[in-house]
Structure formats: C-alpha cells, structure tokens
C-alpha cells in the first residue's frame, strides 16, 4: 500500500545514504537511497515521498521534486501595490439631463388616478421608520423574538489525544495497519490487503503476505479499540451538561465491550456516575412536572407529562399514577364540553394509566361517541358506558430470540 507522507532528512550518512524521519519526530526512523533525493535538497529540508509498508518497515520507494520539497523557513512574501497614490471612486456615475418629454397620454393620466396613487404609495413608504415593513416592526411581528440559549446543541469535537498517542508508540511496520483499524477495524484491513495485493499483481510485483498482516492487526484490535473510546469518554468529559444524554448512554454501554485498562475503569466509573445523577435529576423533574399540573388543575398536561418519561424504563411512581387515575375518571364527565372531553381522551390513551381510567360519562355529542367507540381499546371502562363487551387486555410481547 504506497502512501504518501513528508519526511525530514536529518543529515547524510554517506555518498549513497540519507537519514530521514517523519516530520516532526523526534528520533530517525531509516535511511533512503541519495539517488532518490532531488538536486540542491539540504540537511533539514522537508520533503513529500512515497511509502510502502512491509514487515521489515518502511521503505521510501520515490521522492517528489519540484513542488515535492518543502522549505523549513520560508521567507515571508511582501506584495507590491502599483498605482499613482490619488484616490477614486470604485465605481464612476454621471446625472443624466432631465427628460424634456411631456405627459404620455391624457388618457393615461385619467385611468383611475394612477400616477397619483403611486407617489402617494411612495411618500407613504418613504415615511416608515426603520425596520419596518408589511407587517409593521419585526419586534412586534409574532415568533420573531428568539429566547437566547435555544436550538440545537453542537456536538463537541471529538478527541484524537489516545489514538495519537497510541501511533506514536508503534512500529513503523505497525503504522498503516493501525491506520485501517481505526479506521474501520478489521474488515477496513481486509479490504486495504485486498487492494495492495489487486495494484502489485497489475505492477508484476510480489503479493504481500495477508496472514503476517491479519496476525499484527489481530494484536493491535484491542489497543485501539480502547483508544478509540478513550477518546469518545474524554470527549464526553469534556463536555459535561452539554453532552446529549444518549451520547453519553452510548459511551458508557461500548465500555462494557472494550479491555479497560486502569485509566480506562477510571473513566468508565466516573461515566457511569454521571449518567446516573443526569437520570435521577431528570425523574425527579419529571415527577415535580406532573406534581405540579394536577395542584394547578391542569389534568390533561399532567397525563400528556406522564407519556414522556425521561428513560423508557421509568416507571410513573405509584402514587402519582393513582393520582392521575383519579383525577382523570373525575374529569371526563357527561356535562363536560365535548372538545375538552375529547382532548382529555386522546391524554389518556397517551398515558401509562390509560387502562385504570374510569370515566363518569360520556357527552351525548356524536364526535365524542365516535372518539370513545374507537378508544374502547386503550381505555376498557368505556365499554360498559357505550354498552359494549369489555374487550381482553393486549397479549403480553415475547422478546424475539
């Protein structure tokens, strides 16, 4: 697999012989043949070549020339402005003379007081303050004030500090093989063998060995495996109350997965603390939500609360869910106006208490008779109201092995 990178060359061993190292390392990392170096290239210079990676290492198959080589300090560039110093106009314009034709036609000038209307209009329209239009100012104008702080939160970048570190450490022979892995893990290496051995098989070159390269990528999986979520976990860290709750749900279930090391359990455990005080602060809200609702009254929001649980294995607490039950089977009376009747309704098939519910009657309004023959399913006490069978509970769902 040829790639190409920059390389530094640090000093000339001999007539024959360079020493090079990749651009900004710290130690030498080969040397390449003085017959692929370009004419007039010095000791520091910066250089684009291409590699090919085998078990040995890397070898340096070509160097570029011309644009190929970099400059270590290259000089800053001055532009010169070219003028004669007075300054004019961008643009150029001229007044054109007034016309001297008169009216169109008298006809024109009486069809129904139309250059009267238009300068009227004109004046009229000059004299708006600012800001104004059709519709008067855009203060006034409704949805036009957007609270601050709201929309869509920005997903923060994702760190690349432990997977840098982790390429650091390895072999140059081990490089392009943790390259693939993270980029797509075992089958990205597979396919990249797939494809080196496809070009040297057109190049007339030798095949490389896929058993040799599935045996080192088989031992680098789980390093960078835990790099990779080292870096998802830091990022979360990092983010704090800005992380979305499933990111960081996502994060702390793929480290159940992953060989943790010492810092990863770490990291894990504090994840994991995190997400449990996120939880419980959500279902305490939740909770004073619904709480609240039914001290004000307000039945129908505290049921329409109840179907949006912060996670879907809370559960509404149980002396709430009796709460609701009761308030809502109170509420849904003969006497109640239709609309209000229906609304409270379509809350409680939305609800969990949805089959304790009990009405007291039903409105005699054809649409609110129609709207409960259909929701005898969710709500099994308006059968016996509309003087129908009590239909059986749904069938209880077995999980799919």
């Known amino acids: 697999m040829a790639r190409r990178i920059e390389i530094q060359l640090t000093s000339r061993l001999n007539d024959d012989q360079w020493s090079w190292r990749a651009a900004g390392a710290r130690q030498p990392k080969g040397v390449v ?6 004419e007039g290239t010095n000791e520091g210079d910066v250089v684009k070549a291409e590699v ?9 198959v070509a160097v570029l020339k011309g644009d190929g080589v970099v400059k270590t300090a290259p000089k800053a560039a001055t532009i010169e402005l070219l003028g004669s110093g007075k300054d004019k106009a961008g ?22 007081g139309r250059g009267d209307r238009r300068g009227s209009d004109r004046n009229d329209r000059g004299s708006r303050s600012e800001g104004q239009g059709r519709g008067g100012p855009r203060s006034s104008r409704p949805g036009s004030a957007r609270p601050e702080g709201r929309g869509r939160p920005q997903s923060p970048v ?9 390429l650091a450490t390895l072999a140059p ?3 392009p093989i943790a390259e693939q892995l993270l980029r797509g893990g075992i089958p990205a290496v597979r396919s990249a063998i797939v494809d080196q051995n496809s070009q040297a098989k057109t190049d007339g070159q030798p095949e490389a060995s896929s058993d040799a390269i599935m045996v080192i990528a088989e031992k680098l999986l789980p390093l960078t495996s835990l790099a990779m979520w080292k870096d998802r976990a830091s990022t979360a860290q990092s983010g704090g109350k800005e992380t979305r709750l499933r990111d960081l749900r996502a994060v702390v279930t793929a480290s159940r997965s992953v060989n943790l090391d010492d810092e990863g359990k770490v990291m894990a455990k504090a994840l994991q603390e ?25 039945v129908a929001d505290a049921l329409m609360t109840s179907a949006r649980s912060p996670e879907h294995s809370t559960r509404c607490p149980a002396d709430i869910a009796a709460l609701l039950t009761e308030k809502a089977s109170a509420a849904m ?27 007291s009657g039903i409105p005699s309004d054809p649409e609110a008779k129609l709207a409960a023959q259909k ?14 069978k009590i239909p059986p509970p749904p069938p209880r769902k077995v999980p799919q092995r």
Not at 33 to 38: E, G
Not at 334 to 356: C, F, G, M, T
């Open 375 to 388: 929701a005898v399913g969710q709500v099994p006490a308006l059968a016996k109201l509309l003087g129908l």
């Open 52 to 60: 090919e990676a085998s078990i040995e290492g890397l070898e340096i």
């Open 33 to 38: 043949a003085a017959s692929l170096i370009p």
């Open 91 to 112: 643009v150029s314009w001229n007044l054109s003379a007034k016309s001297k034709k008169g009216p169109r036609r008298d006809s024109r000038d009486s069809d129904r």
């Open 274 to 298: 995190t997400l449990d005080l996120r939880v419980k602060s959500l279902s305490e809200e939740w909770v004073a939500r619904m709480t609240s609702a039914l001290e004000e009254g307000r």
């Open 173 to 175: 022979a081990q490089l």
């Open 158 to 166: 994702l760190s690349t500090d432990h997977r840098n570190a982790l």
């Open 333 to 359: 009376t003969a006497d109640a106006n239709p609309q209000e009747w229906i609304a409270l309704l379509s809350a409680v098939i939305e609800s969990p208490v949805r089959r304790n519910v009990k009405p």
